[in-house]
């Protein structure tokens, strides 16, 4: 089992930044990919960004150019800088990974509100 801590999210204007991390626990050694994907309200959810452990990244259309996803493999951490945000940012924000032989583990979410 792999656990899941997200922190970082709240409240900021358009054009502002925020910056997530997840911290990862339990049968860590088997991770692969991590990273972030995020449900607004009515909507299906969706890949924000991934990175695997050799450091391989794979991002939304949408973030392209505004986000950018890192990894602390010492600290099992992910990180996701969010830049020139925008109110269709909004949303709670899921840390994600794929470990062998456990399969897919989701964090309990963060929410993510940009005003305009």
């Known amino acids: 089992q792999v656990q899941l801590v997200e922190s970082g999210g709240g409240l900021v204007q358009a054009g502002g930044s925020l910056r997530l991390s997840c911290a990862a626990s339990?049968?860590?050694?088997?991770?692969?990919?991590m990273g972030w994907y995020r449900q607004a309200p009515g909507k299906q959810r969706e890949l924000v960004a991934v990175?695997?452990?050799?450091?391989?990244?794979n991002y939304g259309d949408s973030v392209k150019g505004r986000f950018t996803i890192s990894r602390d493999n010492a600290k099992n951490t992910v990180f996701l800088q969010m830049n020139s945000l925008k109110p269709e940012d909004t949303a709670v924000y899921y840390c994600?990974?794929?470990?062998?032989?456990?399969?897919?583990?989701w964090g309990q979410g963060t929410q993510v509100t940009v005003s305009s």
């Open positions: 339990g049968s860590i050694f088997r991770i692969n990919v």
């Open positions: 994600y990974c794929a470990a062998l032989s456990v399969g897919a583990s």
């Open positions: 990175i695997t452990s050799g450091g391989s990244t």
